[in-house]
Antibody, heavy 125, light 112 residues
């Protein structure tokens, strides 16, 4: 059964840091791209970042570029999003979602087909 | 960056009646092999978003056949043939052709 579980959210002061985790089960991270999408309170969805199936390619939205960084722990099938220099506008529920599937280096796009339950990040003084 | 525009933003519907949501992109979402990189997602109240349609017209696994996606290039439509009470929530289109991916503003479907 495919599952994504986010953790690591909490309350942090402006300028502070948090590390979010996205634990995958039912599939291996090294065959899928993984996206982060966030949702500010009462607002719509905002795409944040993506990491490729092999970790070689990472892309970030301009709003977080230079402040957010991906890392992976393949032994635990877990992805991390290091969030530094946090701003009040980063306050949101952060979701990880499964993206493009790779088989022998060929990618197949089937949408963001599984999403986690989300973890809330609150940046406030 | 590609800009996605949805309409309407609010959609009251009587159960059993059809519903339609439009999504327009600022650039064509058609790739070189003929796929339209446009998805539809539904976020039910208090839940995470769920995939309904990918590549413009492909229903995701488990999605009822009353949901259908159509369109090409820059103009896309999500149709619900007969709205049910469980369909309430906010519907988003998302382009997946170019990074950064972008979502539409969302369309809130409510039952009359």
């Amino acid at each position: 059964q495919v599952q994504l579980v986010e953790s690591g959210g909490g309350v942090v002061q402006p300028g502070g840091s948090l590390r979010l985790s996205c634990a995958a089960s039912g599939f291996t991270l090294n065959t899928y791209a993984i996206h982060w999408v966030r949702q500010a309170p009462g607002k719509g969805l905002e795409w944040v970042a993506v990491i490729s199936f092999d970790g070689s390619s990472k892309f970030y939205a301009d709003s977080v570029k230079g402040r957010f960084t991906f890392s992976r722990d393949t032994s635990k099938n877990t992805l991390h999003l290091q969030m530094n220099s946090l701003r009040t506008e980063d306050t949101a529920v952060y979701y990880c979602a499964r993206g493009r599937y790779y088989d022998l280096l060929t990618g197949y796009y089937l949408g963001l087909d599984y999403w986690g339950q989300g973890t809330l990040v609150t940046v406030s003084s | 960056d590609i800009v996605m525009t949805q309409s309407p933003l609010s959609l009251p519907v009587t159960p059993g009646e059809p519903a339609s949501i439009s999504c327009k992109s600022s650039q064509s979402l058609l790739d070189s092999v003929g796929d339209n990189y446009l998805d539809w997602y539904l976020q039910k109240p208090g839940q995470s978003p769920q995939l309904l349609i990918y590549l413009g017209s492909n229903r995701a696994s488990g999605v009822p056949d009353r949901f259908s996606g159509s369109g090409s290039g820059t103009d896309f439509t999500l149709k619900i043939s007969r709205v049910e009470a469980e369909d309430v929530g906010v519907y988003y289109c998302m382009e997946a052709l170019e990074r950064p991916y972008s979502f539409g503003q969302g369309t809130k479907l409510e039952i009359k």
